[in-house]
């Protein structure tokens, strides 16, 4: 699997680049404070649904689906960058080559960016989104019993730190980069850390969001 210099240059690109675009997104909304106030006031009279029920519901039109779909748009936009960044460290593992425009900094520097990265990314979700969603959806539920979705970032986070104190060490030089042992570090939590990607994305889907939201509802969330 080869990659291209241009494609290089853009995963690096974003991989480096300060997560702005997560504050902005989250900041765009002004009325984000009043509805956590709203989601408050009517969470005693909104029941969880433990169970959904699996009768068709009325097709979306096209502005309704895009109204519901869109908090799943914005974060598989953040999770495609993710996924990028992860496929160029991955294949030079794979490959036991490193791209051949990175030098061994710029390629160290890619995959703790990439970290940095997804750790900002999963405190603005327990911080700011999962809150709110968790009002009526138990997929974003916290706590003693928590969702599979938080279960995940814990258990991806463990394998992050593994990684991250790998790259360190190569970066200060105590220790020569190996990609076999990058390969191996990163197999730790692949797995999980591809499911939830994808399921996060699909648990943020139109079809899902309108089983617990209204429309406006929908237009003052917090992303």
Request: aromatic share 6%; glycine share 4%; proline share 3%.
């Amino acid at each position: 699997m080869s990659t291209s210099s241009k494609d290089v240059e853009e995963v690096i690109d974003r991989a480096t680049e300060p997560v702005s675009k997560q504050e902005e997104i989250l900041g765009e909304n002004e009325e984000r404070e009043e509805a956590l106030k709203d989601i408050e006031k009517e969470e005693g009279k909104i029941e969880k649904k433990e169970e959904k029920e699996e009768d068709a519901l009325p097709k979306l039109s096209a502005a309704d689906f895009k109204i519901y779909n869109s908090m799943a748009e914005h974060m598989n936009y953040f999770h495609n960058h993710f996924r990028q960044t992860w496929t160029l460290l991955k294949t030079a593992t794979t490959n036991n080559q490193r791209p051949r425009n990175l030098s061994l900094r710029q390629f160290l520097q890619t995959g703790l960016s990439f970290l940095s990265q997804l750790e900002l990314h999963h405190g603005i979700e327990e911080q700011h989104i999962f809150p709110v969603l968790a009002r009526k959806m138990p997929e974003f539920a916290n706590g003693k019993n928590a969702a599979e979705l938080l279960r995940q970032h814990r258990e991806i986070h463990k394998g992050m730190d593994v990684m991250q104190e790998y790259l360190e060490k190569c970066r200060d030089g105590e220790t020569e980069l190996s990609l076999r042992v990058l390969g191996e570090k990163m197999d730790g939590f692949g797995e999980v850390l591809w499911k939830h990607l994808d399921q996060e994305v699909e648990t943020l889907g139109a079809e899902n969001m309108r089983r617990y939201w209204s429309r406006e509802e929908m237009k003052r969330m917090p992303m």
